[in-house]
């Protein structure tokens, strides 16, 4: 009796010793931080920088709506800007996907030693500086750029393709920068598939196409939403591929952002920006959970179901 | 100033400093300066003649230093923040007094350079350098170019220009061409101003300041750019030209300021008076190609620095020269215009 | 009426990375009846598993053909051969219900919803899993996956089911039980059942006919019995069933019989015809063939030997020894009803008595390591 009540003690003492810094961290890195952002979104903006502490709302009236004031004015152009940086997030996840979905599956297939090649050369950009990779782009993309000379060189193009400071530019910046947060997570689930289950489809009738839909799709449907969380996420409030590649003529939510706290001295309304972004985010996370946990439900009725 | 070259630049430093000798590295100095804004020879120098080690962090923005400053980032002796957020930190105390203005050498200093309101007898920072912000263009793509309306009109030939993504001297551009200060906090003003960018928004491929090897390459015709285009000029001279347009331009001139909580004030000093001696001034201009406030300086400077219009230019040019001054709450006027403007195409 | 399968001259090479090639099937025949239960038995590596999936459609052939009840399928994909497989590991669909894993096959060949639940319906009834349709996989234990697998093969009323070492993943008891379930599965559908398995005692056990493989050919295909008392092969012998191989040969020949003298110098008639004089052979003796004690009036083998080890398994013993003149011996004794006295210990000396009925020769020409 008492020996195990001692080792139930240590046990308690060894999970407190284990959850401890975690909690800690999160509470330091993750939690103050956000409650930081929280209040001085409701603040009202310091005249250089920083913040006076009264009540404001106009951060959010400029964005939703009610603000109109000489300095407080509300402005479509913010929810716009929110919009488009949404549409040019969305596009970086889709195209993404479509080129790492078939490189995880081709790289599974290989033998034990290239399969750690090729992984290590995915990972190969994140030793190399962001902002030098991205100005390696702007020599390939500008108008006398090793991309342009290359297609008029072939006479595929006989004038300069427009791409640097363009949306298009943005995109593949961004594609660039994200395929190996798309890769791992679509490679890990890809990778985990049983190819046995493959064959059992075919060998139940199904053809590549429906092999493909009912057992490949749902199977590695972890990973593609994973992957695409994780890219999405960062690509919308992504502001160096847009200034760097876009010329900061493309403007995404992210630029908005960091022009309030680095040159517009307004930590509130970029706290403020900062909350919306988070708060779709949110939704767009919950509506997922939702779904995966509706589906889990509807996998239990008895009934046979169609899954189109 | 870009992120590239701030990158680089603190790694030239720091190949200076391991140079020098380790055994006095206790002593430190640390200096918050602007990517690209020192000559790295001046740093050298400095440290070989007082053991002192100097390390180097770089910002691209006034506002960048202030929220960082703000935002408690601590260890920096020095910064250089132009006359306007020099006025600013004055107002904020963030600046501690240093009395530089009594120091012998500061005879040297043209007293017209001791330009910031909250300052008036040097007795906080010591005026840095200064320069005007005007074109740089490819004489391949563009035979002549004398100004604003030049540069938009070239844009309209179908020529690529690029501006400079700063609200306030992008917005100047519009302000000098409708003849109003660049200073206005008028709305009207500002969204006319706001308005002769937008209608030229079509014709502007980018805002940035990495523009010069995209001029350089022919990819862009012009560009909105400091002064120190010049150094590149010098490099290319069949290919660049930097020009202060005739309608005018905005100027702009840093301080040397030390932090109230600078962890080494007597360093800081030092660097200050070290840097009122005339030859290191000029020793800085040769490689940045800027204006010195020091008179002395001058003469020691190369001619083709001292006789180039654009850095040093005739007393007509430098009357149509305009300097930034703080627009307190008004500056929210030129940031609502600048999201306007990026956002109207 | 034609085979449900006729397989003619069946050929594949696989090559391995470094080269070199290896020939998985060589020039293999096999007919298989309506509702014949073939299993293909071999030890691994020996091509069965590569005659499955040929069958199946996985492995394309470099030369030879496949009919399926009349029809030649050879260049037909797996999807489109009315066969179906239960796998080694049954790779059932982990996302779907067992329900949804059973209509699979008519799912996706478009069966109207209702009939689809109908005969899922009917097939959970058939395997014993009624009630159970919308549990997930993870949620069954090995013998139910088992049960899963074979109705989601069985659903589409497939002209062969084919089986890939579908028992080896059970313990022992429910193993024995699938077996038999297998065989009542097998007659209630009246469909062929082809079944790989390295496993010889479980092929004897369920099989109508045997096929053992070696190296990519057919060795010898029977009737179990076929295969046990009457191998073709040394191969054979020792790989279906326990076996005592006695070297000899041939020391006068007759129309009926032979005279084989072994390698201690014994002498044994064996009634067998088609031998030659001087020809070497191998005599066979199942382990239960060997009695304790010599029976004067029997003509056979008698070997003097000590008992290594003895196993006492219920309704048998089972003893290891070697003969004074140095040859292994297995022997599967059965106590008389009278005495239930031990047989014997480790090291006690025992005498065992082959009768010559029970020996079985294999050739010389037939033998080969």
């Known amino acids: 009796m008492i020996s195990s009540k001692t080792n139930v003690d240590r046990r308690r003492i060894m999970l407190l010793g284990l959850l401890v810094p975690p909690t800690l961290f999160l509470l330091v890195f993750f939690i103050v931080p956000l409650t930081i952002m929280v209040i001085y979104s409701w603040l009202e903006p310091g005249l250089y920088g920083g913040v006076v502490w009264n009540f404001y709302d106009l951060n959010y009236g400029r964005i939703l709506g009610w603000a109109d004031s000489r300095y407080e004015k509300f402005d479509p152009v913010y929810l716009a800007i929110f919009f488009k940086s949404v549409r040019l997030a969305l596009t970086t996840v889709l195209i993404c996907l479509f080129v790492c979905y078939p490189a995880a599956f081709w790289i599974s297939k290989m033998s034990d030693t290239k399969k750690n090649l090729f992984l290590f050369l995915v990972t190969l950009p994140f030793f190399v500086s962001l902002i030098v990779r991205l100005f390696a782009w702007v020599l390939i993309l500008r108008p006398t750029g090793f991309l342009n000379q290359a297609l008029m060189g072939t006479g595929l193009i006989s004038e300069p393709l427009q791409i640097i400071f363009t949306d298009t530019a943005v995109i593949i910046g961004m594609t660039y920068v994200f395929i190996p947060f798309m890769f791992l997570p679509l490679y890990a689930s890809i990778e985990k598939l049983d190819m046995s289950l493959l064959e059992s489809s075919s060998d139940l009738g199904a053809t590549r196409l429906q092999t493909f839909r009912r057992v490949i799709l749902p199977l590695t449907l972890p990973g593609i939403i994973g992957g695409s969380i994780i890219v999405f996420i960062p690509a919308l409030g992504n502001f160096i591929v847009p200034s760097l590649l876009g010329g900061a003529k493309v403007l995404m939510i992210g630029n908005l952002i960091e022009q309030q706290f680095l040159s517009a001295r307004n930590w509130p309304f970029g706290s403020a920006l900062g909350m919306i972004v988070m708060a779709a985010i949110l939704v767009l996370l919950v509506y997922y959970v939702k779904m995966m946990t509706r589906e889990d439900r509807l996998a239990r009725t008895p009934s046979i179901k169609e899954v189109q | ?345 | 009426m034609s085979p449900i399968l006729n397989i003619t001259g069946a050929t594949k090479r696989f090559h391995t990375p470094d080269g070199k090639s290896v020939t998985a099937l060589d020039d293999v025949s096999l007919r298989v009846e309506q509702n014949e239960f073939v299993t293909l038995l071999g030890p691994s590596g020996c091509g069965k598993t590569t005659l499955l999936r040929a069958i199946s459609g996985f492995e394309g052939l470099e030369s030879g053909a496949i009919e399926i009840a009349g029809s030649p399928v050879t260049h037909l994909p797996a999807h489109k051969r009315p066969v179906n497989t239960v796998f080694q590991n049954y790779a059932l669909f982990p996302h779907m219900t067992i329900a949804k894993n059973i209509a699979y096959s008519l799912d996706v060949a478009d069966t109207p919803k209702k009939e689809i639940s109908e005969r899922v319906g009917k097939m959970l009834d058939i395997v014993g899993l009624a009630g159970f349709g919308d549990r997930k996989i993870n949620q069954l234990s090995g013998g139910q996956r088992q049960r899963v697998a074979l109705a989601r093969s069985l659903i589409a009323q497939p002209k062969i089911l084919l089986l890939d070492e579908p028992l080896s993943a059970l313990d022992k008891n429910l193993r024995h039980k699938m077996q038999q379930e297998l065989k009542s599965l097998q007659a209630e559908f009246g469909i062929a059942f082809v079944f790989v398995t390295h496993d010889q005692e479980e092929a004897l056990t369920m099989s109508d006919r045997i096929v053992v493989l070696s190296d990519g050919k057919i060795q010898q295909h029977g009737t179990p019995e076929d295969l046990y008392r009457r191998p073709k092969t040394e191969f054979v012998a020792r790989f279906v069933g326990e076996s005592n191989l006695f070297e000899g040969h041939v020391v006068e020949a007759s129309s009926q019989n032979a005279l084989v003298q072994i390698g201690n110098g014994q002498k044994v008639s064996i009634n067998k015809s088609g031998l030659r004089e001087g020809v070497k052979v191998k005599l066979l003796a199942r382990p239960e063939d060997l009695s304790v004690g010599h029976n004067a009036d029997r003509e056979g083998l008698k070997f003097k030997a000590k008992i290594d080890q003895l196993f006492f398994v219920g309704a048998d013993y089972q003893i290891l020894a070697t003969t004074h003149d140095g040859l292994a011996i297995k022997a599967t004794l059965r106590p008389s009803a009278q005495s239930r006295d031990p047989i014997g210990s480790p090291r006690s000396e025992i005498e065992f008595f082959i009768d010559k009925e029970a020996l079985h020769v294999i050739a010389a020409e037939a033998v080969h390591e």
């Open chain 2, 1 to 345: 100033m870009n992120a590239l070259k701030s990158i680089k630049i603190a790694a030239l430093a720091l190949t200076a400093l391991a140079a020098t000798n380790a055994a006095q590295a206790q002593e430190k100095l640390s200096l918050y300066n602007w990517g690209d804004y020192i000559n790295p020879e001046v740093l050298t120098r400095f440290t070989e003649e007082t053991g002192i080690e100097v390390s180097l962090d770089t910002y691209g923005s006034n506002e960048e230093m202030l929220a960082k400053i703000q935002a408690g980032a601590s260890g920096y002796d020095i910064v250089f923040p132009s006359v306007h957020m020099h006025d600013i930190m004055s107002q904020l105390d963030l600046l501690a007094k240093t009395d530089i203005g009594s120091s012998p050498g500061f005879d040297n200093i043209d007293p017209q350079f001791v330009r910031a309101s909250t300052d008036p007898n040097a007795e906080y920072c010591l005026p840095y350098a200064w320069g005007n912000v005007g074109i740089v263009y490819n004489k391949n793509k563009v035979d002549e170019l004398s100004g604003w309306a030049d540069l938009f009109e070239l844009a309209k030939s179908g020529e690529k220009i690029i501006l400079l993504d700063d609200p306030r001297e992008t917005i100047g551009i519009g302000h000098i061409l409708n003849g109003t200060s660049v200073n206005s906090t008028d709305e009207a003003e500002v969204v006319a101003a706001a308005n002769v960018i937008k209608d030229n928004l079509e014709n502007v491929s980018a805002f940035s300041y990495d523009s010069i090897p995209l001029v350089q390459s022919g990819d862009v015709a012009a560009a909105h750019w400091y002064v120190g285009a010049n150094i590149f000029v010098q490099q290319n001279p069949d290919i660049l030209e930097y020009i202060i347009p005739e309608e005018g331009a905005t100027m702009y001139q840093e301080d040397m300021c030390v932090l109230k909580n600078a962890p080494n004030q007597a360093n800081a000093k030092k660097f200050m008076e070290f840097y009122l001696k005339p030859e290191i001034a000029a020793l800085n201009v040769e490689q940045q190609m800027n204006g010195t406030p020091n008179i002395p300086a001058q003469a020691l400077i190369p001619s083709e620095i001292a006789d180039n219009p654009s850095i040093y230019p005739p007393a007509d040019v430098l009357s149509k020269l305009q300097i930034f001054e703080d627009l307190g709450q008004d500056l929210k006027l030129y940031n609502r215009e600048w999201t306007a403007i990026k956002t109207a195409q």
